[in-house]
């Protein structure tokens, strides 16, 4: 089933990527270079449809492993993708969107998956083993934040060919195991088949790039990868495993964290892009931006590595 899976999503966004590229050139929806950026020629930007096609097609052909959370997952994705899309047709106009509509459609997309029943309840006491449930309120809020913030930090980590796709794929990898090792069969088939779309979108964004996803592409990517670890690594969670998802995204996490207090102290407003995340520090210390990406790649394995360490130690 896994393997099914997977193949469907990788080989769906392999045949539509070269149209939506076509598409993407016809219509004039490029990224074109800048300043900030590193590419010297357009780039079309419409990567994120393959990647929700991709994804979706298979979610429902599997939906009976998914069950109650389908129609959420779905609603909150449209939402992603289209708030998204509309943002990624102003940049390519050279114009910015407001920051509010975007950050709004993004938190109503979270209200939807914590409604849905995909919610951090609490976490097992170690020492008792009784299970504290925490009051709803905080229930909704740390629900809420985690979503929207692996939403809002993936996105802020697509600056180089590949980056993105490539942390996104090793995630989605780590989550996958600790999905099989918990046997919850709902988080490893969403792993899965995003671990399927975003392999097949790397195909085509791996330096140089062919095709974009965009910022509708990046944050559907964080979307998702919140969901996934929200409804496995965090359900019935220890103080230990809590540690998990926060390892496995350690990386954007801490990194835009990073960036966040840093442009707020500054005085920039925190989502105007500018070159401070990772992959920019390290060019600007005189590597290039294939070995930039090496390094952040290693750096994420490393930490995946360690989430499982935690995994295993956890269990017994």
Not at 19 to 43: N, Y
Request: hydrophobic fraction near 55%.
């Amino acid at each position: 089933m896994y393997f099914l899976a997977f193949t469907i999503s990788l080989v769906i966004v392999l045949i539509t990527i070269p149209p939506i590229r076509k598409l993407a050139f016809k219509i004039d929806f490029v990224d074109k270079p800048s300043k900030r950026k590193i590419h010297k020629i357009p780039v079309p930007q419409l990567a994120s449809i393959s990647i929700f096609l991709g994804f979706f097609i298979t979610f429902w052909i599997f939906n009976d492993q998914i069950r109650d959370h389908s129609i959420p997952i779905f609603m909150g994705s449209l939402l992603i993708i289209g708030i998204g899309l509309v943002d990624d047709w102003f940049k390519t106009k050279g114009k910015e969107f407001p920051a509010w509509p975007k950050a709004a459609v993004q938190l109503l997309a979270a209200v939807l998956i914590y409604y849905s029943g995909i919610v951090f309840t609490g976490f097992a006491n170690p020492i008792s083993g009784e299970y504290i449930i925490l009051p709803a309120f905080l229930q909704f809020a740390l629900t809420v934040l985690w979503i929207f913030g692996v939403t809002t930090v993936i996105n802020f980590m697509d600056g180089l060919d590949g980056l993105t796709g490539g942390i996104t794929t090793i995630s989605a990898i780590t989550l996958f195991i600790v999905a099989l090792f918990k046997g919850q069969q709902e988080s490893a088939i969403l792993s899965i088949i995003l671990l399927g779309t975003t392999l097949g979108y790397l195909k085509y964004n791996k330096p140089p790039a062919k095709i974009y996803m965009g910022d509708a592409g990046a944050t559907f990517l964080g979307y998702m990868l919140a969901i996934i670890s929200l409804n496995g690594a965090f359900k019935q969670a220890t103080l230990l495993s809590i540690l998990i998802p926060i390892l496995v995204l350690s990386v954007p996490i801490f990194d835009n964290l990073y960036v966040i207090i840093k442009r707020f102290l500054q005085g920039k407003p925190i989502y105007i892009a500018d070159r401070s995340q990772i992959h920019y520090r390290l060019i600007s210390k005189g590597l290039n931006p294939k070995q930039s990406t090496a390094f952040i790649f290693l750096l994420s394995t490393c930490f995946s590595l360690l989430a499982i360490i935690v995994l295993l130690i956890d269990s017994f």
